[in-house]
């Protein structure tokens, strides 16, 4: 009849996240299906059986590196979690907490929702325009806002990636940017990034700061200098994410 019902799953789910540049190897040793880049492309999902587990498995990830988010039925998250721990030991699985998470997507320029994405924030002042379609079929709200933006020039601001001079110097959050002697803005999130050996911050400044620009960041009653830098700062190709030959990615 045309009806639609909309149910909370979150209670209903476990997820486990499987991320690493072995993450094939211990995932396709627990299920038969193909999980190379033809049969299971970047981006896509699909039900597997994994270990005997139903799984609706994700080709995604919030790190930088190959690899998948892997759902199953509550009940079913600890048999799980234990076939790819037994798997992974051979191939030097760790389990990693979210302050490791929060270190690695920061080095792929991956925002996070509540800090450097709000209800305030647009997606273009955001740097994610790619993901929004203006023509898309019936429209969508915020879709207006969006076009008178753009109609006025794009956004007084930009989220900006900041690579501090010291990298013993690392930001929380929430610390004041200055620019000309200004304080022109606030640090949404920041931390060190251990590829890269950089302390790096994210903070929206004004469109007209440019790459290269010198700020200077407010920690602890000091004001320390820093960069605006081109993001991200690692593997700008995404040739880890996607698993690409150095041919591909050329």
Sequence with gaps: DGSALAQDMTAARACLCLWGPRSRDILGALTDADLSNEGFPFLRAQELEVAAVPVLAQRITFVGELGWELYCPS???????????????????????????????????????????????????????????????????????????????????????????????????????????????RVTSGGFGHRVGLSIAYAYLPTSVDLGARVDVGLFGEWEGAEVASEPLFDPDSVRVRDLAPSAAA
Excluded: N
């Design 75 to 185: 009940e079913y998250g600890l048999a799980l979690w234990d076939a790819l721990w037994e798997e992974g030991r051979a191939h030097g699985l760790v389990a990693a907490g979210y302050r490791a998470i929060d270190s690695l997507r920061l080095e792929k320029g991956y925002r996070v929702w509540g800090l450097d994405v709000t209800p305030e924030t647009t997606p273009t002042a955001a740097g994610l325009a790619f993901a929004v379609r203006m023509d898309k079929a019936g429209g969508f709200i915020g879709r207006d806002a969006l076009a008178a933006e753009r109609e006025a020039g794009g956004p007084a601001q930009r989220l900006r990636c900041l690579v501090l001079d010291d990298p013993r110097s690392v930001c929380l959050g929430s610390e004041p940017v200055r620019f000309d002697g200004d304080a022109r803005g």
